[in-house]
């Protein structure tokens, strides 16, 4: 049974309140989204996933089924701030072979990725499991 508008505002705005909670059910895993802290000493809330009661740190690789599925990408440069700035710099200098200016471009392009089961509010997680789960079916929405 899909899902109306009605029922997707609904699981936003639950997701919008601290401390909020949703359990639904998507492609025959049961999906539990909790609003939860960032961090102890941040006032910043975010919305972590559960995966049939677990969250699990092999998601992170993204080789997991439940990470492709429910986990979203985050990519961050290899490279600081700093050392950017500097391969930047060597990338453009004419003192340097053309080789090793093209080893800096290669660098300056390296990126790490992970998956990540938490989204910054319950619009971008509403948006992302429309995307990748075909069957979902609401279960609870916050204390009914």
């Known amino acids: 049974m899909a899902i109306s508008k009605e029922q997707w505002a609904k699981i936003?705005?639950?997701l919008s309140l601290p401390w909020g909670r949703v359990e639904i059910k998507c492609d025959g895993y049961a999906v539990t989204a909790c609003v939860s802290r960032d961090s102890k000493t941040s006032m910043r809330y975010h919305v972590a996933i559960y995966v049939d009661g677990y969250m699990?740190?092999?998601?992170?690789?993204g080789e997991?089924?439940?990470a492709k599925k429910f986990c979203r990408p985050v990519s961050r440069p290899v490279l600081t701030g700093k050392l950017r700035q500097l391969y930047e710099r060597l990338s453009k200098?004419?003192?340097l072979p053309a080789a090793?200016?093209?080893r800096n471009v290669e660098a300056l392009n390296?990126?790490?990725?992970?998956w990540t089961p938490t989204f910054p509010n319950g619009k971008a997680f509403?948006?992302?499991i429309r995307k990748t789960c075909t069957d979902i079916e609401l279960m609870t929405a916050g204390a009914e």
Do not use: D, L, M, P
């Not at 699990?56 to 690789?61: I, L, N, Q, T, Y």
């Not at 390296?110 to 992970?114: I, N, R």
């Open 56 to 61: 699990r740190g092999e998601w992170f690789k």
């Open 12 to 14: 936003e705005e639950q």
């Open 64 to 66: 997991a089924e439940e």
């Open 126 to 128: 509403c948006r992302h």
């Open 110 to 114: 390296q990126k790490h990725t992970y």
């Open 100 to 102: 090793e200016r093209k």
């Open 93 to 95: 200098s004419r003192a």
